[in-house]
């Protein structure tokens, strides 16, 4: 599966083919909304939509521990990363795949350079919707472009090879990556660092792991129980979906279970494998549990806390020869 369309071919088919994709960026968007930012409820009105009308929104999850999981999850994984990218002090922070994230509007204003990179009816929304909102003085430091996160070449053009280090963002690709296409990102990511240096943050390779360690600590004792009820949701209007993920999956995903420390070493190997190495950095060096002081106990976000230090990101650099 492609962040973008990366040739005419590809230009020429349907939208409809990227319509879970986009789907996808809405839902991650309405969440970011529930748990409070500013900038996301600016651009979700700016861009027009309805969380009735997106799957796994905050409006459409029945389940309340199910849709409280979903916002601390995804407001988790962004403040973590934003945390560790502005760490970097990269010249370049390129989001990849950037969706409907507000993430521009902040690093404008913190006045570092931001690249949005995704499929091109997203970079056409999310351009169009952003832009509007920055300030005269706040828009040299944004710019969005279509690429093709499984073009290693198309990647490169993209970000270009002059200037700094770079410093490249992912959440929530990998997710939908068979093994070839991760591998192929790999190889852009590579291309990349040797050009210009810099490094790849990414929260994917934890991904199950965070949301499964939030979801136990949103529900304590009733975890069981809503385990047992699945994930029950109400019927979205537009029949809008999100994609499915490939039978293939990425080797650079971790799922619950006694296996995790080999998983993990399996996934190192990988990365060694694309000439690539990786530092884990535990969430809660980077962070506290979000704090939603509406609908999350103190207990709650205690536990949340402690869950943090359980589960890391990844720093991914160049291999040492």
């Not at 995903?253 to 884990?280: S, T």
Request: glycine share 6%; with cysteine; charged share 25%.
């Amino acid at each position: 599966m492609n962040v973008s369309a990366g040739s005419e071919n590809r230009r020429q088919e349907s939208p409809a083919r990227f319509l879970p994709l986009i789907s996808t960026a809405e839902m991650t968007l309405s969440h970011l909304c529930s748990a409070g930012d500013e900038d996301a409820r600016a651009l979700f009105r700016a861009l027009g939509l309805n969380e009735d009308e997106i799957p796994d929104s905050p409006a459409t999850i029945l389940s309340p521990e199910q849709r409280l999981t979903r916002t601390a999850f995804l407001e988790t994984r962004r403040c973590v990363t934003d945390a560790l990218a502005e760490l970097t002090e990269a010249s370049l922070y390129a989001d990849l795949p950037c969706g409907l994230s507000p993430r521009a509007l902040r690093w404008a204003r913190r006045e570092r350079y931001y690249l949005g990179l995704d499929l091109p009816p997203v970079v056409e929304a999310i351009r169009s919707a952003t832009l509007p909102l920055l300030e005269e003085k706040e828009r040299p430091f944004v710019r969005f472009a279509a690429a093709d996160a499984t073009d290693p070449d198309a990647l490169v053009r993209a970000v270009g090879t002059d200037g700094g280090e770079v410093c490249v963002m992912t959440e929530g690709l990998l997710v939908y990556f068979s093994q070839q296409e991760t591998r192929l990102l790999c190889e852009g990511i590579r291309r990349l660092l040797v050009q210009r240096g810099g490094c790849w943050i990414t929260a994917d390779p934890e991904m199950h792991l965070q949301i499964f360690l939030t979801l136990r600590a949103v529900c304590g004792e009733s975890l069981s129980r809503v385990l047992q009820g699945g994930f029950p949701r109400k019927p979205v209007r537009g029949g809008k979906s999100l994609p499915k993920r490939p039978a293939d999956e990425s080797p650079l995903q971790i799922k619950p279970g006694p296996d995790v420390p080999a998983r993990i070493e399996q996934a190192m190997d990988f990365l060694n494998g694309c000439g690539l190495q990786a530092e884990r950095i535990p969430m809660a060096c980077l962070t506290e549990a979000p704090d939603f002081p509406e609908i999350l106990t103190p207990v709650q976000r205690d536990a949340m806390n402690d869950a943090l230090e359980k589960v890391s990101i990844w720093v991914v650099t160049l291999r040492d020869s």
